[in-house]
């Protein structure tokens, strides 16, 4: 088990910023390429970005290229999610997940074995 927690949503206002965090309780994540996934209304889940174990090679969603940035700090058991130039259409619920060792990707769903709880962002216009 790998229990995720991410913290760090909130309501802003369209081209604010937000930082979420995910932390694992318990379970050291720096062996772990980790992932963050968005679902909003109506829209089923849509990956967002990933970080490899050692934070070298990033991957971002279409969508957010240039906006958002992944970290993680390995000491701090935490992976971020830096959200810049938020917009309405970034509202949705924030997903962080593990990436299952037997993945063959970054982008699916499918590639992620433990999820956390979600945390609701919400950008007004």
């Known amino acids: 088990q790998v229990p995720l927690v991410e913290t760090g949503g909130g309501l802003v206002q369209a081209g604010g910023s937000l930082r979420l965090s995910c932390a694992a309780s318990?379970?050291?994540?720096?062996?772990?390429?980790m992932g963050w996934f968005r679902r909003a209304p109506g829209k089923e889940r849509e990956f967002v970005a990933a970080?490899?174990?050692?934070?070298?090679?990033?991957y971002y969603g279409d969508s957010v290229k240039g906006r958002f940035t992944i970290s993680r700090d390995n000491a701090e058991n935490t992976v971020y999610l830096q959200m810049n130039s938020l917009k309405p259409e970034d509202t949705a619920v924030y997903y962080c997940?593990?990436?299952?060792?037997?993945?063959?990707?970054?982008?699916?769903?499918?590639?992620?074995?433990?999820w956390g709880q979600g945390t609701q962002v919400t950008v007004s216009s």
């Open positions: 970080i490899i174990w050692n934070g070298r090679n990033t």
């Open positions: 318990g379970r050291s994540l720096s062996n772990y390429n």
């Open positions: 997940a593990k990436q299952s060792l037997h993945a063959q990707g970054y982008y699916d769903t499918g590639d992620y074995d433990y």
